[in-house]
């Protein structure tokens, strides 16, 4: 954030674990401050599944008035109402140089070792743009 000129307020940060019960309580942490907030990146898609409840019980709009991002790129993160934007992490890329780093050492094949993995971003509903 810092890089693109935005400053952070640390009041506004958060930690609420991993759970979903845990990032029910910081969204609500959150939202107890009175402080206004247009955005919401969370640890984990369980965490902002638990935001997205939380803020709709509220009466907040998610994708219209705060937008909310998870982590992970579960299967279920479609189906969260609205459809949850989340960073997709390539799970079978990073399986796979896993296996590879394990049959490396332990019998000592040279397999190809990769060292950074892209992530990309899921664009759903869940998030809006900011003019």
Same mark, same amino acid.
């Given at each position: 954030?810092?890089?693109?000129?935005?400053?952070?307020?640390?009041?506004?940060?958060?930690?609420?674990?991993?759970?979903?019960?845990?990032?029910?309580?910081?969204?609500?942490?959150?939202?107890?401050?009175?402080?206004?907030?247009?955005?919401?990146?969370?640890?984990?898609?369980?965490?902002?599944?638990?935001?997205?409840?939380?803020l709709?019980?509220?009466?907040?709009?998610?994708?219209? $008035?705060?937008?909310?991002?998870? +982590?992970?790129?579960?299967?279920?993160? &479609?189906?969260?109402?609205?459809?949850?934007? *989340? %960073? =997709?992490?390539?799970?079978?890329?990073?399986?796979?140089?896993?296996?590879? $780093?394990?049959?490396?050492?332990? +019998?000592?094949?040279?397999?190809?070792? &990769?060292?950074r993995?892209?992530?990309?971003? *899921? %664009? =759903?509903?869940?998030?809006?743009?900011?003019?």
């Amino acid at each position: 954030m810092a890089e693109e000129g935005i400053e952070v307020d640390a009041d506004l940060i958060e930690h609420g674990g991993y759970s979903f019960e845990l990032g029910e309580e910081a969204t609500q942490r959150l939202i107890d401050k009175k402080r206004p907030f247009t955005a919401l990146f969370c640890g984990n898609d369980n965490s902002a599944m638990a935001a997205i409840a939380t803020l709709n019980k509220q009466g907040i709009a998610v994708g219209k $008035q705060v937008s909310v991002v998870g +982590y992970d790129d579960i299967d279920i993160s &479609q189906y969260t109402s609205p459809a949850m934007t *989340s %960073v =997709r992490i390539p799970l079978e890329d990073i399986s796979i140089n896993a296996c590879h $780093q394990i049959l490396n050492l332990c +019998y000592g094949e040279s397999l190809p070792i &990769q060292t950074r993995f892209e992530p990309t971003l *899921s %664009v =759903r509903d869940s998030t809006h743009s900011v003019k």
